[in-house]
């Protein structure tokens, strides 16, 4: 590579042009090289799409050859009377002619009284009862023009093109489901308007009884003979409904009582049913939701064999253009297994199930015009484009989070507490994430590690997670605390290294030597007692300073950093350093003052 690399600059001093040509053929095959990857991907594409569709098309195969088998009987008795149909041909023909001499025979008389009626109700009625046999001469051309030549005959026809309206275009695609479920209950609906009408009946039926008993007693009190025979007209008006609605009675009650007899008992008719149903409507259902889990699962081994194959997913956070392929998988695959559903239903002819499918589908794309905003959301963080991604920090609930996964359940992980959470990727569209540095802490503590709270409590951590913290103090008592509680006490960790501050005051007959001698006296002693007591290779530094000149001593600071193994005795610490000092006062002739009130008299 260096020796062609030196050629070429050497090229490039004689000739300028071929770094012009270089880049060009390395343009070149990096766009070659991406063709070649569409390519691949698009091939990879169609051969997983190729088994989805070869089973939805068996599994709807196997729904139209159960029928046909189901039906085979019926389609041989058809087969068997086809040449009957055909010699009927002829007859039909026959009857059709005759038929429309009728109705031009009666269209002729019909315009010929229209001419001489006097009334215009008489002339609406003849205006009507014209148009009336003119539609059924336009009826009768077509069946025999439809007969005759043995073929449909209505795309020949010249139709107006009607106006779209997607209230008749829904209503179209509900009435299967609608025309079913009155087919289903047509019997019941049967047997509640007989029971309708017999009550009606029942009630009318005394009422003309009685009309019929009063006409009669007046007419056997009258002598008039004008209004005799006007009540006998009556009378008889009145008999004939009273047969009328005992006919109505009894018929309804007879279709009533036959009703009730083709009944079948419960059990009967709901096992029939049942029966029916996983033979028929049931069969599809259940094939379109094999069909819909089916697809649903081989694309879920498709995406894993990719995951496994493709070395991108092995990295630590994914490429942009892995996240638009693994998003465009998930599509392609949700939308398989809907034209499952379909094209088994399609292929099974059953138009109620189908015209179910698409309302529900309907519905669902209503609904969702609604969520797309919300959508588009949720797109932008699997692509890794949104206000939360991968590989950044963001807080919950005032604890840091690192974002290992964003998908349709992301993970978030805290180091220090070991622990990780999983939400849904609505719950990321109101948070945001930040890049962090490394030396940023999760959290101030780890398991083991000791730490005193502002509210005096010291302990050893024994158990942390994002919901508690349980410490230990000294002697074994133990102490919870909720995790937002434990953060507010502002925890004091001791675990790394510890600084010891102890004052201590001198009595001011010391001043002389209160800055210098002192200090370095007591320093020196402090060393000998640490290397003695066994603390001294865990002593990082120690020093004595004077602090300030107090109201009844001069006041001194023991200052000693400590590494964090001497954490849990860091009391017994403080209380030696001041056990030290005393001892260096008791040596060297110290005095320790105690607090004096001096009283001035006039």
Same mark, same amino acid.
Not at 36 to 52: A, N, Q
Not at 280 to 300: A, C, D, E, Q
Not at 438 to 462: A, M, N, Q
């Given at each position: 590579?260096?020796?062609?690399?030196?050629?070429?600059?050497?090229?490039?001093?004689?000739?300028?042009?071929? @770094?012009?040509?270089?880049?060009?053929?390395?343009?070149?095959?990096?766009?070659?090289?991406?063709?070649?990857?569409?390519?691949?991907?698009?091939?990879?594409?169609?051969?997983?799409?190729?088994?989805?569709?070869?089973?939805?098309?068996?599994?709807?195969?196997?729904?139209?050859?159960?029928?046909?088998?189901?039906?085979?009987?019926?389609?041989?008795?058809?087969?068997?009377?086809?040449?009957?149909?055909?010699?009927?041909?002829?007859?039909?023909?026959?009857?059709?002619?005759?038929?429309?001499?009728?109705?031009?025979?009666?269209l002729k008389e019909k315009k010929k009284l229209l001419k001489y009626a006097s009334s215009q109700s008489e002339k609406n009625q003849l205006q009507r009862d014209i148009q009336r046999i003119n539609q059924q001469l336009t009826e009768s051309r077509e069946d025999f023009d439809r007969i005759a030549a043995g073929i449909d005959i209505s795309s020949f026809q010249d139709k107006k093109e009607k106006k779209f309206d997607w209230k008749e275009e829904i209503i179209s695609l509900v009435r299967p489901a609608l025309d079913e479920m009155k087919r289903v209950t047509a019997k019941v609906r049967q047997k509640s308007e007989l029971n309708m009408e017999i009550e009606r009946v029942g009630k009318l039926l005394p009422i003309a009884r009685d009309a019929v008993k009063n006409i009669t007693m007046l007419i056997s009190e009258t002598n008039d003979r004008t209004l005799k025979r006007a009540l006998q007209k009556e009378l008889k008006r009145w008999n004939n409904t009273v047969t009328q609605l005992e006919n109505q009675y009894k018929i309804a009650k007879m279709q009533l009582e036959q009703l009730e007899s083709e009944e079948k008992s419960l059990i009967e008719a709901s096992r029939s049913s049942v029966a029916?149903?996983?033979?028929?409507?049931?069969?599809?259902?259940?094939?379109?939701?094999?069909?819909?889990?089916?697809?649903?699962?081989?694309?879920?081994?498709?995406?894993?064999?990719?995951?496994?194959?493709?070395?991108?997913?092995?990295? *630590?956070?994914?490429?942009?253009?892995?996240?638009?392929?693994?998003?465009?998988?998930?599509?392609?695959?949700?939308?398989?297994?809907?034209?499952?559903?379909?094209?088994?239903?399609?292929?099974?002819?059953?138009?109620?199930?189908?015209?179910?499918?698409?309302?529900?589908?309907?519905?669902?794309?209503?609904?969702?015009?609604?969520?797309?905003?919300?959508?588009?959301?949720?797109?932008?963080?699997?692509?890794?484009?949104?206000?939360? @991604?991968?590989?950044?920090?963001?807080?919950?609930?005032?604890?840091?989070?690192?974002?290992?996964?964003?998908?349709?359940?992301?993970?978030?992980?805290?180091?220090?507490?070991?622990?990780?959470?999983?939400?849904?990727?609505?719950?990321?569209?109101?948070?945001?994430?930040?890049?962090?540095?490394?030396?940023? @802490?999760?959290?101030?503590?780890?398991?083991?590690?000791?730490?005193?709270?502002?509210?005096?409590? @010291?302990?050893?951590?024994?158990?942390?997670?994002?919901?508690?913290?349980?410490?230990?103090?000294?002697?074994?008592?133990?102490?919870?605390?909720?995790?937002?509680?434990?953060?507010?006490?502002?925890?004091?960790?001791?675990?790394?290294?510890?600084?010891?501050?102890?004052?201590?005051?001198?009595?001011?007959?010391?001043?002389?030597?209160?800055?210098?001698?002192?200090?370095?006296?007591?320093? *020196?002693?402090?060393?000998?007692?640490?290397?003695?007591?066994?603390?001294?290779?865990?002593?990082?530094?120690?020093?004595?300073?004077?602090? *300030?000149?107090?109201?009844?001593?001069?006041?001194?600071?023991?200052?000693?950093?400590?590494?964090?193994?001497?954490?849990?005795?860091?009391?017994?610490?403080?209380?030696?350093?001041?056990?030290?000092?005393?001892?260096?006062?008791?040596?060297?002739?110290?005095?320790?003052?105690?607090?004096?009130?001096?009283?001035?008299?006039?």
């Amino acid at each position: 590579m260096l020796a062609s690399s030196i050629v070429l600059n050497e090229s490039d001093l004689v000739f300028p042009g071929i @770094r012009g040509l270089w880049c060009k053929y390395s343009e070149f095959k990096d766009h070659f090289m991406s063709i070649k990857r569409g390519i691949f991907l698009f091939f990879l594409v169609l051969t997983l799409l190729s088994p989805c569709l070869f089973l939805s098309v068996s599994c709807a195969t196997a729904v139209k050859n159960y029928k046909a088998a189901a039906t085979a009987t019926v389609q041989d008795d058809n087969a068997a009377s086809e040449t009957g149909v055909i010699d009927n041909t002829l007859p039909t023909l026959k009857s059709i002619l005759e038929l429309r001499a009728h109705l031009e025979k009666q269209l002729k008389e019909k315009k010929k009284l229209l001419k001489y009626a006097s009334s215009q109700s008489e002339k609406n009625q003849l205006q009507r009862d014209i148009q009336r046999i003119n539609q059924q001469l336009t009826e009768s051309r077509e069946d025999f023009d439809r007969i005759a030549a043995g073929i449909d005959i209505s795309s020949f026809q010249d139709k107006k093109e009607k106006k779209f309206d997607w209230k008749e275009e829904i209503i179209s695609l509900v009435r299967p489901a609608l025309d079913e479920m009155k087919r289903v209950t047509a019997k019941v609906r049967q047997k509640s308007e007989l029971n309708m009408e017999i009550e009606r009946v029942g009630k009318l039926l005394p009422i003309a009884r009685d009309a019929v008993k009063n006409i009669t007693m007046l007419i056997s009190e009258t002598n008039d003979r004008t209004l005799k025979r006007a009540l006998q007209k009556e009378l008889k008006r009145w008999n004939n409904t009273v047969t009328q609605l005992e006919n109505q009675y009894k018929i309804a009650k007879m279709q009533l009582e036959q009703l009730e007899s083709e009944e079948k008992s419960l059990i009967e008719a709901s096992r029939s049913s049942v029966a029916h149903f996983f033979k028929t409507r049931g069969l599809y259902l259940i094939l379109s939701v094999l069909v819909f889990v089916g697809i649903i699962i081989f694309w879920v081994a498709v995406y894993r064999l990719i995951v496994k194959v493709v070395p991108g997913y092995r990295e *630590e956070h994914i490429s942009l253009k892995l996240r638009i392929f693994d998003l465009t998988v998930r599509i392609i695959a949700a939308v398989m297994a809907i034209c499952g559903i379909f094209v088994v239903l399609y292929l099974a002819q059953d138009w109620m199930l189908l015209s179910l499918a698409i309302v529900v589908m309907l519905g669902v794309a209503w609904t969702a015009r609604l969520a797309i905003p919300r959508m588009w959301n949720q797109v932008r963080l699997m692509l890794n484009i949104g206000p939360v @991604r991968e590989g950044e920090r963001v807080v919950i609930d005032g604890i840091p989070w690192l974002v290992k996964k964003i998908n349709v359940y992301s993970d978030f992980y805290n180091p220090e507490l070991g622990v990780t959470l999983r939400f849904s990727i609505d719950k990321l569209l109101a948070m945001a994430s930040r890049p962090f540095e490394h030396y940023e @802490r999760w959290f101030p503590c780890r398991k083991g590690d000791w730490v005193i709270l502002s509210d005096g409590t @010291r302990g050893k951590v024994i158990s942390q997670t994002h919901e508690m913290v349980d410490l230990v103090m000294r002697g074994g008592a133990r102490k919870s605390y909720r995790t937002a509680d434990f953060l507010s006490l502002n925890p004091l960790n001791l675990s790394s290294n510890f600084r010891i501050k102890v004052p201590f005051g001198i009595s001011y007959d010391l001043q002389e030597h209160a800055t210098s001698l002192i200090p370095q006296a007591l320093s *020196e002693y402090i060393e000998e007692k640490v290397q003695e007591e066994g603390y001294a290779e865990h002593l990082k530094n120690l020093r004595v300073e004077f602090k *300030e000149a107090g109201a009844s001593s001069l006041d001194l600071v023991v200052i000693a950093d400590f590494d964090g193994e001497m954490a849990p005795l860091y009391n017994r610490l403080k209380r030696a350093v001041q056990r030290w000092c005393v001892e260096a006062c008791t040596i060297n002739n110290w005095d320790i003052p105690f607090p004096q009130l001096t009283v001035h008299k006039a």
